[in-house]
Nanobody
Framework: QVQLAESGGGSVEAGGSLRLSCAASERTQGVDCMAWFRQAPGKEREGVAAIGVITYYADSVRGRFTISRDNTKTTVYLQMNSLEPEDTAMYYC???????????????????WGQGTRVTVSS
């Protein structure tokens, strides 16, 4: 199975920016769809953004976060701007062969996950 490794987490003040990266260990069809999820303390994991042929965003981050990938399609990025304390969470990268149009941000669509990177936003 392709390994996913996240990086770029850290602590930032509200209004600041961070860029997360997720690198896949190899280029296969199994990573044609890559997504970011997050889990805040005491809350369920939620989908943030996904990229396949098109991009998908949760309403809570649309306009503030941007998902993109490099030309080799082995690394996906999450540019997070205008961060809010509510964005504090562990952020996880996930991958699957293709993005389902109406299920791209559903946790149970993904079987391949990274270990996560922590983001803390202070007010």
């Amino acid at each position: 199975q392709v390994q996913l490794a996240e990086s770029g987490g850290g602590s930032v003040e509200a209004g600041g920016s961070l860029r997360l990266s997720c690198a896949a260990s190899e280029r296969t069809q199994g990573v044609d769809c890559m997504a970011w999820f997050r889990q805040a303390p005491g809350k369920e994991r939620e989908g943030v953004a996904a990229i396949g042929v098109i991009t998908y965003y949760a309403d809570s981050v649309r306009g503030r976060f941007t998902i993109s990938r490099d030309n080799t399609k082995t690394t996906v990025y999450l540019q997070m701007n205008s961060l809010e304390p509510e964005d504090t969470a562990m952020y996880y990268c996930a991958a699957r062969p293709y993005c389902s149009t109406y299920r791209a941000l559903r946790e149970n669509e993904y079987a391949n996950w990274g270990q996560g990177t922590r983001v803390t936003v202070s007010s």
